[in-house]
Protein backbone atom coordinates (compact mmCIF):
# COMPACT_ATOMS: atom_id res chain seq x y z
CA UNK A 1 0.00 0.00 0.00
CA UNK A 2 3.45 2.30 0.56
CA UNK A 3 4.14 2.16 -3.15
CA UNK A 4 0.21 2.82 -4.09
CA UNK A 5 0.19 6.05 -1.88
CA UNK A 6 3.62 7.48 -3.04
CA UNK A 7 2.51 6.83 -6.62
CA UNK A 8 -0.76 8.17 -6.03
CA UNK A 9 1.24 11.49 -3.92
CA UNK A 10 3.74 11.64 -7.06
CA UNK A 11 0.77 11.99 -9.44
CA UNK A 12 -0.98 14.89 -7.20
CA UNK A 13 2.50 16.65 -7.43
CA UNK A 14 2.69 16.29 -10.59
CA UNK A 15 -0.47 17.98 -11.53
CA UNK A 16 0.57 20.60 -8.82
CA UNK A 17 3.92 21.48 -10.38
CA UNK A 18 2.13 21.33 -14.23
CA UNK A 19 -0.55 24.04 -12.71
CA UNK A 20 2.40 26.13 -11.24
CA UNK A 21 3.89 25.99 -14.58
CA UNK A 22 0.50 27.22 -16.23
CA UNK A 23 0.58 29.78 -14.39
CA UNK A 24 4.14 31.00 -15.15
CA UNK A 25 3.14 30.44 -18.62
CA UNK A 26 0.42 33.26 -17.95
CA UNK A 27 2.74 35.54 -16.04
CA UNK A 28 5.82 35.11 -19.13
CA UNK A 29 3.27 35.92 -22.02
CA UNK A 30 2.14 38.85 -20.19
CA UNK A 31 5.39 40.15 -19.72
CA UNK A 32 6.45 39.74 -23.30
CA UNK A 33 3.14 41.27 -24.39
CA UNK A 34 4.06 44.13 -22.12
CA UNK A 35 7.70 43.68 -23.53
CA UNK A 36 6.64 43.77 -26.80
CA UNK A 37 4.04 46.65 -26.74
CA UNK A 38 6.76 48.65 -25.41
CA UNK A 39 8.96 48.04 -28.25
CA UNK A 40 6.33 48.49 -30.99
CA UNK A 41 5.59 44.64 -31.25
CA UNK A 42 2.70 42.45 -31.13
CA UNK A 43 2.25 38.78 -29.91
CA UNK A 44 0.30 36.97 -32.44
CA UNK A 45 -2.15 34.18 -30.92
CA UNK A 46 -0.77 35.38 -27.38
CA UNK A 47 -4.54 35.31 -25.78
CA UNK A 48 -4.99 32.40 -26.96
CA UNK A 49 -2.04 30.72 -25.21
CA UNK A 50 -2.82 32.29 -22.35
CA UNK A 51 -6.42 31.40 -22.59
CA UNK A 52 -4.71 27.78 -22.71
CA UNK A 53 -2.61 28.10 -20.08
CA UNK A 54 -5.34 29.56 -17.24
CA UNK A 55 -7.16 26.30 -18.42
CA UNK A 56 -4.32 24.25 -17.36
CA UNK A 57 -3.26 26.12 -14.22
CA UNK A 58 -6.95 25.91 -13.17
CA UNK A 59 -7.42 22.35 -13.60
CA UNK A 60 -4.23 20.50 -13.17
CA UNK A 61 -3.67 21.64 -9.70
CA UNK A 62 -7.20 20.40 -8.58
CA UNK A 63 -6.44 17.41 -7.06
CA UNK A 64 -3.16 18.41 -5.09
CA UNK A 65 -4.79 21.41 -3.71
CA UNK A 66 -7.74 19.40 -2.33
CA UNK A 67 -5.34 16.90 -1.04
CA UNK A 68 -3.62 19.42 0.72
CA UNK A 69 -7.15 20.98 2.31
CA UNK A 70 -6.82 24.06 0.09
CA UNK A 71 -10.23 23.89 -1.45
CA UNK A 72 -12.94 25.40 0.61
CA UNK A 73 -15.44 23.16 1.60
CA UNK A 74 -19.12 23.64 2.73
CA UNK A 75 -20.37 21.64 5.91
CA UNK A 76 -24.04 23.54 6.11
CA UNK A 77 -25.12 19.34 6.33
CA UNK A 78 -22.81 17.54 7.22
CA UNK A 79 -21.20 19.82 9.96
CA UNK A 80 -24.56 19.27 11.88
CA UNK A 81 -24.41 15.45 10.99
CA UNK A 82 -23.51 13.34 13.94
CA UNK A 83 -22.48 9.08 13.51
CA UNK A 84 -23.88 6.92 10.79
CA UNK A 85 -25.72 10.09 8.60
CA UNK A 86 -22.57 11.96 8.61
CA UNK A 87 -20.66 8.84 7.42
CA UNK A 88 -22.68 8.27 4.92
CA UNK A 89 -23.82 12.31 3.38
CA UNK A 90 -19.74 11.68 3.40
CA UNK A 91 -19.46 9.12 1.20
CA UNK A 92 -22.36 10.69 -0.97
CA UNK A 93 -20.62 13.65 -1.64
CA UNK A 94 -17.30 12.32 -2.49
CA UNK A 95 -19.20 9.33 -4.83
CA UNK A 96 -21.01 12.56 -6.50
CA UNK A 97 -18.09 14.61 -6.98
CA UNK A 98 -15.87 11.97 -7.98
CA UNK A 99 -18.27 10.72 -10.55
CA UNK A 100 -19.05 14.24 -12.18
CA UNK A 101 -15.49 14.98 -12.43
CA UNK A 102 -14.64 11.62 -13.87
CA UNK A 103 -17.90 12.30 -16.52
CA UNK A 104 -16.30 15.71 -16.97
CA UNK A 105 -13.08 13.86 -17.81
CA UNK A 106 -14.38 11.50 -20.32
CA UNK A 107 -16.01 14.24 -22.05
CA UNK A 108 -12.87 16.76 -22.18
CA UNK A 109 -10.91 13.37 -23.53
CA UNK A 110 -13.11 12.67 -26.06
CA UNK A 111 -12.84 16.40 -27.21
CA UNK A 112 -9.38 16.04 -27.29
CA UNK A 113 -9.45 13.08 -29.16
CA UNK A 114 -11.80 14.49 -31.58
CA UNK A 115 -9.89 17.34 -32.06
CA UNK A 116 -6.72 15.11 -32.81
CA UNK A 117 -8.09 12.99 -35.28
CA UNK A 118 -9.34 16.08 -37.38
CA UNK A 119 -6.21 18.56 -36.73
CA UNK A 120 -8.74 20.79 -35.29
CA UNK A 121 -7.11 24.24 -34.56
CA UNK A 122 -8.24 27.70 -32.63
CA UNK A 123 -9.68 30.00 -34.37
CA UNK A 124 -7.92 33.27 -33.56
CA UNK A 125 -4.96 34.93 -35.34
CA UNK A 126 -2.27 31.76 -35.07
CA UNK A 127 -3.97 28.32 -35.52
CA UNK A 128 -2.72 26.58 -32.39
CA UNK A 129 -3.42 22.88 -32.08
CA UNK A 130 -6.35 22.62 -29.84
CA UNK A 131 -6.02 18.84 -28.94
CA UNK A 132 -3.49 19.81 -26.23
CA UNK A 133 -5.16 22.33 -23.53
CA UNK A 134 -7.95 20.06 -24.06
CA UNK A 135 -5.87 17.14 -23.35
CA UNK A 136 -4.49 18.71 -20.04
CA UNK A 137 -7.85 19.66 -18.89
CA UNK A 138 -9.21 16.10 -19.51
CA UNK A 139 -5.87 15.16 -16.94
CA UNK A 140 -6.45 17.58 -14.65
CA UNK A 141 -10.28 16.23 -13.99
CA UNK A 142 -9.12 12.73 -14.11
CA UNK A 143 -6.57 13.74 -11.27
CA UNK A 144 -9.48 15.16 -9.08
CA UNK A 145 -11.37 12.33 -9.67
CA UNK A 146 -8.50 9.92 -8.52
CA UNK A 147 -8.17 12.05 -5.34
CA UNK A 148 -11.82 12.23 -4.76
CA UNK A 149 -12.00 8.52 -5.14
CA UNK A 150 -8.92 8.07 -3.22
CA UNK A 151 -9.92 9.69 -0.11
CA UNK A 152 -13.75 7.97 -0.68
CA UNK A 153 -11.44 4.67 -0.31
CA UNK A 154 -10.32 6.03 2.54
CA UNK A 155 -13.21 7.16 4.20
CA UNK A 156 -14.71 4.00 3.82
CA UNK A 157 -12.35 2.01 5.20
CA UNK A 158 -12.34 4.37 8.86
CA UNK A 159 -9.86 6.33 7.81
CA UNK A 160 -9.35 10.12 7.85
CA UNK A 161 -9.54 11.92 4.35
CA UNK A 162 -6.99 14.10 3.56
CA UNK A 163 -8.67 17.26 3.36
CA UNK A 164 -10.40 16.27 7.22
CA UNK A 165 -6.13 15.82 8.35
CA UNK A 166 -5.29 19.12 6.26
CA UNK A 167 -8.03 21.12 8.45
CA UNK A 168 -7.65 19.42 11.50
CA UNK A 169 -3.30 20.57 11.53
CA UNK A 170 -4.28 23.59 9.90
CA UNK A 171 -6.47 24.27 13.34
CA UNK A 172 -3.71 22.82 15.14
CA UNK A 173 -1.03 25.28 13.54
CA UNK A 174 -3.15 28.15 14.23
CA UNK A 175 -3.77 27.37 17.94
CA UNK A 176 0.05 26.55 18.21
CA UNK A 177 0.44 30.51 16.58
CA UNK A 178 -1.85 32.12 19.10
CA UNK A 179 -0.35 30.57 22.25
Known sequence: MGALR?????????????GAVSLAAIGGIIAAQVVGR?????LAGADDLTAFAVAGSALLPLAYAFR????IRVDLIIGHLKGTPSFAMEAIALTLTAALCAMLAYSMADLAYDSWQF?????????????????????GCALFAIALLDDLVVHLTGGTPSYRRAAEQ???????EEL
Do not use: K
Not at 119 to 139: F, M, S
Not at 170 to 176: G, N, P
Open 68 to 71: HGAH
Open 170 to 176: SALQRAA
Open 38 to 42: YLGLT
Open 119 to 139: EDVAQGTVPWILWYPQAAVAA
Open 6 to 18: RGLDGLYLLGGIA
